[in-house]
T-cell receptor, first 112, second 112 residues
Framework: EAQVTQNPRYLITVTGKKLTVTCSQN?????MSWYRQDPGLGLRQIYY???????DKGDVPEGYKVSRKEKRNFPLILESPSPNQTSLYFC???????????FGPGTRLLVL | GENVEQHPSTLSVQEGDSAVIKCTYS??????FPWYKQELGKGPQLIID???NVGEKKDQRIAVTLNKTAKHFSLHITETQPEDSAVYFC???????????WGAGTKLIIKP
């Protein structure tokens, strides 16, 4: 089944404790992206990647890191999480030449 | 940069009635306009899209119209059903791939 998976789905952590949210897609897509969703603010892009070893900042990259060492994986790293990073996070992927972005199920993060 | 405005933020309609959600975009170079539906607890999923060389596209009960001159596009849902209750996002892109500029979302409530 074609899908984007994210782990964990739910995470409660404390300020300053490094965490990684994994994202994996099995559709051989070149493009991958991370979004955060907050009430009233819609979807805001954090980072995106056009292909392996190519990453770029989105609209709200501060406090986040990403890497794209393999085509299928695009982990989101929070080196020192803060309460303002409490949010719902989505990973998405897309094939070159197609408009459709396929979204993962989301990761709900709470930073205390 | 590109901006997409979406209205209304909340829409409540009686089951069986029609619902219309409107978006405006700022970049006249935009040529791809998808609509996504996000059900509770899930990631957004593409429901219909339109490219700038077409004025209208229909898929069963949903349709999208595009007015390039006015830089407006709209989602129309006819004969609404309870399962249409969700958050709907519009987006725009200057390419049919990769970077999407998102509207803030519309929460559609179908009243029984």
């Amino acid at each position: 089944e074609a899908q984007v998976t994210q782990n964990p789905r739910y995470l409660i952590t404390v300020t300053g404790k490094k965490l990684t949210v994994t994202c994996s897609q099995n559709m051989n897509h070149e493009y991958m992206s991370w979004y955060r969703q907050d009430p009233g603010l819609g979807l805001r892009q954090i980072y995106y990647s056009m292909n392996v070893e190519v990453t770029d900042k989105g609209d709200v990259p501060e406090g986040y890191k990403v890497s794209r060492k393999e085509k299928r994986n695009f982990p989101l790293i929070l080196e020192s999480p803060s309460p303002n990073q409490t949010s719902l996070y989505f990973c998405a992927s897309s094939a070159r030449g197609e408009g459709t972005q396929y979204f993962g199920p989301g990761t709900r993060l709470l930073v205390l | 940069g590109e901006n997409v405005e979406q209205h209304p933020s909340t829409l409540s309609v009686q089951e069986g009635d029609s619902a219309v959600i409107k978006c405006t975009y700022s970049d006249s170079a935009s040529n791809y306009f998808p609509w996504y539906k996000q059900e509770l607890g899930k990631g957004p999923q593409l429901i219909i899209d339109i490219r700038s060389n077409v004025g209208e596209k229909k898929d069963q009960r949903i349709a999208v119209t595009l007015n390039k001159t006015a830089k407006h596009f709209s989602l129309h849902i006819t004969e609404t059903q309870p399962e249409d209750s969700a958050v709907y996002f519009c987006a725009a892109s200057t390419d049919s791939n990769y970077q999407l500029i998102w509207g803030a979302g519309t929460k559609l409530i179908i009243k029984p």
